[in-house]
């Protein structure tokens, strides 16, 4: 059962052309990252996952149906997105920000339910933040201000979750700390897990799959240890390195070159 | 408000105040006085107040920019040209065509505004906003100072209303367009989940599930209908719009559920307050309130970016 697929895609900005005629799937209740050099059209292909982004040709299926024809809010239900970098509203509280996750399930009639306050309570607890509930947002650290966003895309209470470089601008440690939370959410809670991320040996870790966006396409899709190959590196960010296992993990580890050095 | 139904070049009793309103006597010329303008004038002040204010909230949230004000939209300089225009051309000769022409004009620039921020691939971009604002604004100042500069006897009434004022004017000449702030008043308060949603951000509302063209579409219609009724009750009234806002949200909340009736009250509140001020200062003369908010408001405005600066520093 796939969460998303992708038929026929083709996204593009203004005239350029940034993903071609692609056929893609994300399989449900598996963690799957999204690698490529900068400029390679992930987080475009992300955003278009989560309905951000208009195809100019080709559909986006979420659970089945085309994401453009479903209603915002039924979407907003079923899958939650984080952006990179979100900026928060100046003085906005920790707890208000994660509130705000609840929007998808409240009307005009239906104002605040004692749901809603379960799952903000329960979204603060899991990601450490319970503590810093009545603090605003602006006053946090990088990794603190990361984990009450991603507090936020939980109090949605989707089955899916996608983020986009939910590690920018954090030291390894917090990054650490975001990656754990989210295999976690991912092996308690089934969650499909969509993110963006840089640093490859962090994505072979904790991806159960691994997606290589390159010209424009899908260049490779699979398990990291199938995929993450010296030639793909080669290939995909134009870096000479070499690709030993993981002495504690087994995990694919690359050790990149610099231009000196080949062997 | 009852001691603005009391101020005035004329300073009448509260008890005439009362019983204008219990035992009208049409002989009273208190009685007269408090029911026949002064009656509106307090109300006008309240309306428009607390109009400004709520249209300054929309504003802030619409662009995400803390420094906008619903003059951004072009909406005071696109009322101003209509009036100039129009008394140029035609002779005004009721007040209620002066209203209508004012609502006009700002309605027309407001939309304009709203077009150009919307064209072009893509959403909408705040920004866009912001610079087609200060274009038209630019515009429209223009065309009006030609105009004036071309005909001058319209100078007079026309600097006034710049100026921004709480002139007594009839209620019965004045209430269609109160009306229609009431309603759009309410309509705001209504919104107030929707836009602390639009608050989080572009992607952050549409992920949320925020059906954003439509919000945003309401919202500009709001703050059209909201700063375009005051500025044809009032004139130009700076300041409240942008400064009110920041007051509420520093002293109560920025949750706009609290913010916006927060802010209609102090709008409202502040707005009163600066006209009784005007009445009075130079008795038995008027100064225009729109002078008095721009004094009470500069200081304020100041203190404001120096402690934002101090804090970002």
């Known amino acids: 059962m796939n969460a998303i697929t992708s038929q026929d895609l083709t996204l593009s900005y203004q005239d350029s052309v940034i993903i071609d005629q692609l056929d893609v799937s994300v399989p449900k209740g598996k963690v799957t990252v999204l690698i490529g050099g900068n400029g390679s059209g992930k987080s475009t292909l992300l955003k278009s996952f989560a309905r951000l982004l208009k195809p100019q040709q080709g559909i986006v299926l979420l659970n089945g149906a085309d994401i453009q024809?479903?209603?915002?809010?039924?979407?907003?239900?079923?899958?939650?997105?984080?952006?990179?970098?979100?900026?928060?509203?100046?003085?906005?509280?920790?707890?208000?920000?994660?509130?705000?996750?609840?929007?998808?399930?409240?009307?005009?009639?239906?104002?605040?339910?004692?749901?809603?306050?379960?799952?903000?309570?329960?979204?603060?607890?899991?990601?450490?933040?319970l503590e810093l509930a009545d603090r605003p947002v602006d006053a946090l650290s990088g990794g603190q201000r990361q984990r009450a966003w991603i507090a936020m895309t939980l109090a949605q209470g989707t089955e899916t979750v996608v983020l986009d470089e939910p590690t920018t601008f954090l030291d390894l440690a917090h990054q650490m700390e975001v990656l754990e939370l989210l295999r976690e959410l991912n092996q308690k809670e089934q969650k499909t897990i969509i993110m963006v991320l840089h640093d490859l040996n962090l994505a072979c870790r904790y991806a159960d799959q691994i997606l290589v966006v390159h010209e424009q396409t899908v260049y490779a899709q699979g398990v990291p240890k199938d995929i993450l190959t010296e030639d793909l590196v080669k290939t995909v960010f134009d870096l000479n390195c070499r690709i030993i296992p993981d002495p504690f993990f087994d995990t694919p580890l690359c050790i990149p070159f610099g231009r000196e050095r080949t062997e | 408000m009852l001691l603005s139904l009391m101020t005035g070049a004329r300073w009448i009793p509260l008890s005439d105040v009362i019983t204008a309103f219990i035992q009208p006597d049409t002989m009273n010329i208190n009685h007269i006085l408090v029911s026949s303008t002064r009656l509106s004038r307090t109300l006008m002040a309240v309306v428009v107040g607390a109009s400004l204010a709520v249209a300054g909230v929309l504003m802030q949230a619409l662009t995400r920019n803390p420094l906008a004000s619903p003059g951004l939209f072009g909406i005071n300089a696109g009322a101003a040209f209509f009036i100039i225009l129009f008394s140029t051309l035609f002779t005004l000769t009721s007040l209620q065509a002066w209203l209508g022409c004012a609502f006009l004009g700002a309605a027309l620039a407001g939309s304009l505004v709203w077009l150009i921020g919307n064209m072009?691939?893509?959403?909408?971009?705040?920004?866009?906003?912001?610079?087609?604002?200060?274009?038209?604004?630019?515009?429209?100042?223009?065309?009006?100072?030609?105009?004036?500069?071309?005909?001058?006897?319209?100078?007079?009434?026309?600097?006034?209303?710049?100026?921004?004022?709480?002139?007594?004017?009839?209620?019965?000449?004045?209430?269609?367009?109160?009306?229609?702030?009431?309603?759009?008043?309410?309509?705001?308060?209504?919104?107030?989940?929707?836009?602390?949603?639009?608050?989080?951000?572009?992607?952050?509302?549409?992920?949320?599930?925020?059906?954003?063209?439509?919000?945003?579409?309401?919202?500009?219609?709001?703050?059209?209908?909201?700063?375009?009724?005051?500025?044809?009750?009032?004139?130009s009234i700076g300041f409240i719009g942008l400064i009110v806002p920041h007051m509420v949200r520093k002293g109560l909340a920025i949750d706009h559920r609290w913010l916006l009736p927060g802010v209609a009250l102090a709008g409202a509140t502040l707005l009163l307050l600066a006209d009784l001020v005007s009445r009075v200062v130079i008795l038995p003369q008027e100064v225009p309130v729109g002078v008095m908010t721009a004094l009470l408001g500069a200081p304020f405005f100041i203190l404001l970016a120096r402690r934002r600066g101090v804090r970002y520093a």
């Open chain 1, 69 to 129: 024809r479903k209603a915002t809010a039924t979407v907003a239900r079923e899958l939650a997105i984080l952006p990179q970098t979100p900026v928060a509203p100046e003085g906005i509280s920790v707890r208000q920000l994660v509130a705000l996750g609840r929007y998808p399930y409240q009307s005009w009639l239906q104002q605040w339910s004692d749901e809603d306050e379960a799952m903000v309570n329960r979204a603060l607890a899991c990601t450490g933040t």
């Open chain 2, 120 to 235: 072009g691939q893509g959403r909408m971009n705040p920004l866009r906003i912001v610079l087609a604002g200060a274009a038209m604004t630019a515009l429209f100042s223009a065309f009006s100072q030609a105009l004036l500069v071309v005909s001058q006897e319209g100078l007079d009434t026309v600097l006034f209303w710049l100026a921004g004022s709480l002139t007594e004017r009839s209620l019965a000449l004045v209430w269609p367009l109160m009306l229609l702030s009431v309603l759009a008043l309410a309509l705001a308060l209504l919104c107030a989940r929707q836009v602390n949603v639009l608050n989080a951000g572009e992607e952050i509302a549409i992920g949320l599930g925020q059906r954003l063209g439509l919000i945003r579409l309401l919202l500009g219609i709001l703050i059209i209908v909201l700063a375009g009724s005051a500025v044809a009750l009032a004139g």
